[in-house]
């Protein structure tokens, strides 16, 4: 690493969702980028470095989406904060990059509007130029530059266009803070003013911030206020007067604003021909993807194809990690002694470890499926077809895009439902987001499908985990419902939903978060797993049985693990599972995944056969005492069943416990999911026997 | 595409928004929005003296889509229906 160099300029990038912000800041830092954490609250902090044009060094931050600065949820908070310099260990910015989308500039420069008040040097950035055009509008990037004060850089960020020029914007010696900004009413003027001198001593613009505080909803002023009730008194009365002047105070600032952005798009946009009834290719789409019935199939026929998906194009690479996996182990099997050690690095490190590698591609398919439905728009006309439904249960169409992102894991699920404003809805899709079925699950599903319907193709392979997503989506809701109604009371949410243009996805992009995923997945493997699956060999293996001619099935029946597994046989035979499997589950109440790396362990160890054979035929092989096999159809289906519901995740537990801010919730979400998987199994392993299956 | 911002009284002939169909369009004169969400409905483009076109319903009949400054916004009918409306 070259040591830090001096930095020139702290930038931040900001701009409402789906401006291409993202791809603006990828395209500038490259690989040079850090993620981490603001200090007491959840959100993430995107850095990246880069270069000006005479190679000045400089750091680019990425603020989260959205609309205002107006702040109505924790996490918006912090873009405010940022920008007013108040974060601990985040500077005020020197300048903020606004991404617009040129073919919307009536709605877009509102926040620009909002950015002039903070006396910060702002760069527009003007995307998707060649959108605009399209569409036939024409902007005059000079008029617009001289009526915003601030420079302004045509681009078309996927294709690269613009970049150099908007290094060079951001390179300049001295960047002018412009003079332009809304009027507002003159009486609303005096009370700003007068609130700003109160403010006096806080950091940042102290007239941005008193314009903000006082067009607060009353609510969320309490907490903003932190309790300063001379600076509440003041902020009431305030108000008071301005009500009396005829002005409404949440209005006027937002009705203000907006005025001055259509002055400023009358004079600079010029339109070509009539086209406001004239229908765009996005609207087009739309007419078959919001149809009554195409709108369904559509949407039915997208997630189908995503778990075909999943199971076909991924085979041969998993093929080859499998056959890659078994060569290492083989020789490293060949090459070591025989004992304790030897069966510590091919039993526990590499049995354990690859078994969870080898669902990778798994994995890689499903976060490149997520991505394209989020880049191109589909994502949120999912949610504005689903809301009807989600709103039956008091849900949201915004609880949709965490419980869909769950899919591929919990944790960004959870993180994302800060968009969520109630705090009571907001729980809601927290306690049931682990029930949707997250990427940890393949590898559990993949290997029960496998021994449940070896010899059937691949449809009705998919078929099968098509249910279990559906029984897991089914439970979300069915508890969602339930805990609106008794320990989360509340009025069914407003939904306010922007139903963006429809976008080639850059598939750069796709690919690089696809990437950032593999290495949290890989170093979740060698870490995590890897740590598990030496403990559990440990477990497994120790203590030894005092009679030195003891079978394997004897030393793992007399270790730890194995004494846990008898333990606990008892609650879960009614589930149709043995004392091995319940060794699995056990050892898979930090990660689900690791199921799968143990019952590898406990029939390698059991099977102590100098070739590794794949677990599947392990498995398959697998008597009881009276001789039937374990793995009967409805064992697999019982312990599919338990696996969608119950909640073996440590690291959910964390994030949840951070959110919630109380062990309370997530200790509530274990009891319940537990409980739930327990019931769920049951009824699918004793309903099925009564039904005369095995 | 400018929207003249006019001072505009809630009048007798406004109706709910959530009552337009599709293609109908209509001017803000009022926002009867409860609580929180009025300032963001506010922020999104639907300010007093803004035409907004009703684009569609969703296929189970509800939320409503409109286009409201050029974007594409949705709120549900129970929503839209404290929006007030002169149709156009």
């Not at chain 1, 006309?381 to 769950?406: E, N, Q, T, Y």
């Not at chain 1, 691949?458 to 249910?467: H, P, Q």
Request: with cysteine; net charge neutral.
């Amino acid at each position: 690493m070259a040591e830090a160099p001096q930095i020139f300029r702290r930038i931040a990038i900001a701009g409402n969702p789906n401006t291409g912000k993202s791809t603006i800041f990828n395209a500038l830092t490259g690989l040079r980028q850090k993620v981490g954490n603001y200090p007491g609250v959840t959100v993430e902090k995107k850095t990246g470095r880069f270069f000006g044009s005479h190679g000045e060094a400089m750091e680019l931050l990425d603020l989260p989406g959205s609309y205002s600065l107006q702040v109505r949820s924790p996490d918006e908070a912090v873009s405010r904060d940022v920008l007013l310099g108040r974060v601990p260990g985040t500077p005020r910015p020197d300048a903020i990059i606004a991404v617009l989308d040129a073919s919307n500039l009536d709605r877009h420069l509102y926040l620009v509007a909002q950015f002039l008040e903070l006396d910060i040097p702002v760069i527009v950035a003007l995307n998707m130029v060649d959108v605009a055009e399209k569409r036939g509008l024409t902007i005059d990037l000079l008029g617009l530059k001289n009526s915003l004060g601030v420079p302004v850089i045509p681009m078309v960020a996927s294709r690269g266009q613009g970049l150099i020029e908007l290094k060079q914007a951001l390179s300049r010696a001295t960047l002018q803070v412009s003079d332009q900004r809304a009027q507002l009413p003159i009486v609303l003027e005096r009370e700003v003013a007068a609130l700003s001198r109160m403010l006096k001593g806080h950091a940042g613009s102290v007239r941005s911030e008193a314009m903000l505080l006082l067009s607060l909803e009353d609510d969320r002023l309490a907490a903003e206020a932190k309790g300063d009730s001379t600076l509440l008194t003041e902020i009431h009365a305030a108000r008071e007067r301005l009500k009396l002047s005829g002005l409404d105070p949440i209005a006027a600032p937002v009705d203000a604003r907006y005025a001055w952005v259509s002055e400023v798009c009358a004079s600079t946009v010029h339109r070509q021909g009539e086209d406001s009834h004239g229908l765009t290719f996005s609207d087009h789409i739309d007419q078959i993807l919001t149809h009554k019935l195409w709108g369904w199939l559509a949407f039915v026929g997208m997630m189908a194809l995503m778990f075909v998906c999943i199971f076909v194009v991924a085979q041969a690479p998993m093929d080859w990690i499998r056959a890659a996996m078994q060569a290492v182990a083989k020789w490293t099997g060949a090459h070591l002694p025989p004992g304790d050690l030897r069966s510590l690095v091919v039993d526990g490190v590499i049995v354990g470890v690859g078994n969870v590698v080898v669902f990778l591609p798994q994995i890689l398919i499903l976060f490149f499926f997520l991505g394209l439905l989020e880049d191109s728009g589909y994502m949120a006309r999912a949610a504005f077809i689903m809301d009807r439904l989600m709103s039956r249960v008091g849900l949201h169409g915004k609880s949709f895009v965490p419980l869909l992102s769950s899919f591929a894991c919990a944790i960004p699920g959870i993180m994302a439902t800060r968009t969520i404003e109630n705090r009571n809805d907001r729980f809601v899709t927290i306690l049931v987001a682990p029930l949707m079925s997250c990427s940890a699950r393949l590898p559990v599903y993949a290997i029960m499908i496998a021994l449940l319907m070896p010899a059937s193709n691949v449809w009705s392979k998919a078929g099968v985990m098509l249910c279990m997503y559906l029984i897991g989506v089914i439970a979300a809701f069915v508890m969602a419902g339930l805990f609106k109604k008794t320990i989360l009371r509340s009025e069914t949410p407003m939904l306010l939903l922007e139903l963006p243009p429809y976008r080639a996805p850059v598939f750069r992009g796709i690919v690089q978060r696809m990437w950032e995923r593999a290495v949290v997945f890989i170093r979740r493997a060698g870490t995590v797993i890897l740590a598990l699956s030496v403990l559990l060999w440990a477990l497994l293996s120790f203590p030894k049985p005092t009679e030195p001619d003891a079978t394997q099935s004897e030393i793992l029946s007399h270790s730890i693990g194995g004494r846990m597994g008898h333990a606990i046989e008892p609650v879960i035979a009614p589930l149709g599972y043995d004392w091995k499997i319940g060794i699995g589950l056990v050892a898979s109440f930090a990660a689900r995944e690791v199921f799968v790396s143990t019952m590898g362990q406990i029939y390698n160890i059991e099977d102590a056969k100098e070739d590794n054979e794949d677990l599947r035929t392990q498995m398959r092989d697998e008597r009881r005492a009276d001789g039937t096999p374990v793995f009967t159809p409805l064992t697999c289906l019982s312990i599919m069943v338990f696996y969608v519901l119950a909640m073996q995740c440590l690291s959910t537990v964390a994030i949840v416990r951070r959110e919630t801010n109380s062990w309370r919730w997530p200790l509530f979400q274990i009891a319940y999911m537990t409980a739930l998987a327990w019931i769920g199994a049951f009824v699918v392993y004793q309903g099925g026997h009564l039904l005369g299956f095995r | 595409m400018s929207e003249s911002v006019e001072n505009a009284e809630p009048r007798s002939d406004a109706e709910p928004l959530s009552g337009l169909q599709p293609g109908q369009r209509g001017k803000v004169t009022a926002i009867e929005v409860p609580g929180a969400m009025r300032g963001r409905v506010m922020e999104m483009g639907f300010t007093i003296g803004t035409v907004i076109e009703v684009v569609r319903f969703a296929p189970m009949g509800d939320p409503m889509e409109f286009k409201v400054r050029g974007a594409h916004i949705s709120l549900r009918k129970a929503e839209a229906a404290g929006i007030r409306v002169q149709r156009i």
